[in-house]
C-alpha cells in the first residue's frame, strides 16, 4: 500500500511539474485510480499527504483541488519561497564541488543558448531548463530538508513562474540573472549569490497580480 501511495503522490507532483496540473483544477480519485491501475484507498492516502503539505485542499462540493492562492496568499509563499532559494544558494557558494560547478555551467549555459537562439520562443522548453537550474543549485547546497522545502513551495507557485515566460523579455532576462547568480557561486561569494537568488525569484506585486489574473 504504501509503495502505491508513494507512487501515486509521484505521479501528481510530475503532472504539476509539467504543467497537466495546474491551479484550481480538480483531482478526481476514481479518474486518478483507473489512470494509474490502482484502488481509491491508496489515492485517497496520496490526497491525503499532499493536503498536508498544503499542495492540495478540500472544498465543499468540489472535493480535492490543486491549491490556487490569493494574492496575500501568493505573496506570502513568494517571501518564504526567495528566503529558501536564497540560503540555497549562498550555500551552495560554500559547499561547491568540482562536479557541481561542471553540472552547474552546463545548465546556465543551455539557458543561455535557448535564449539566444529562441529568443521568447518556446516558453515550456525553457521553464524545463529554469527548473533544473534552481533543483542543481539547491542540490549543490547539499542540504536534503532545504531541498524538499523548495520544491515544495516551488509546486505551489509552479504555473506562474512559468506563465511568466510568456512576456517579452523574460527569458533573456532568467537566463542573464542565471549566469549572474551561478558566476557569484563559482567565486564562492555566499552573500552575494543569496542575495541575486533572492531578487531573481521574487515578483513585484503588479507581476504578481497580473499572473494570478491570467490563470484565473
Known amino acids: 500500500m504504501a509503495g502505491q501511495t508513494n507512487m501515486i503522490v509521484q505521479a501528481i507532483l ?3 511539474d509539467r504543467g497537466d496540473l495546474n491551479p484550481g483544477d480538480s483531482l478526481d480519485e476514481q479518474t486518478l485510480a483507473q489512470r494509474l491501475g490502482v484502488s481509491r484507498t491508496p489515492v485517497r492516502e496520496a490526497l491525503i499527504q499532499l493536503e498536508t503539505s498544503g499542495l492540495i485542499l478540500r472544498l465543499p462540493r468540489k472535493g480535492a483541488v490543486l491549491f490556487k492562492p490569493t ?3 501568493f505573496l506570502a509563499i513568494l517571501e ?4 529558501l532559494e536564497g540560503q540555497a544558494a549562498g550555500l551552495a557558494a560554500r559547499r ?3 562536479n557541481g560547478q561542471s553540472h552547474l555551467e552546463s545548465i546556465v549555459t543551455a539557458c543561455e543558448i535557448h535564449a539566444s537562439t529562441k529568443g521568447d520562443a518556446d516558453p515550456d522548453g525553457y521553464y524545463q531548463l529554469n527548473l ?7 542540490e549543490i547546497a547539499g542540504n536534503p530538508f532545504l531541498l524538499d522545502m523548495i520544491k515544495t513551495n516551488a509546486r505551489k507557485l509552479m504555473a ?3 506563465a511568466r515566460y ?3 523579455g523574460a527569458i533573456a532576462t532568467s537566463a ?3 549566469r549572474e547568480i551561478a558566476d557569484h557561486i563559482f567565486a564562492r561569494d555566499a552573500a552575494a549569490a543569496e542575495t541575486a537568488m533572492a531578487r531573481h525569484v521574487q515578483f513585484d506585486q503588479v507581476t504578481a497580480m497580473d499572473l494570478l489574473a491570467a490563470l484565473s
Do not use: G, P, Q
Not at 518564504?80 to 528566503?83: D, I
Not at 533544473?132 to 539547491?138: E, G, I, L, S, W
Open 96 to 98: 561547491l564541488s568540482e
Open 14 to 16: 510530475e503532472d504539476i
Open 80 to 83: 518564504v519561497h526567495a528566503k
Open 132 to 138: 533544473t537550474f534552481h533543483k542543481t543549485v539547491a
Open 176 to 178: 542573464r540573472e542565471h
Open 160 to 162: 506562474y513562474y512559468r
Open 166 to 168: 510568456a512576456y517579452v
Open 71 to 73: 494574492l496575500e496568499e
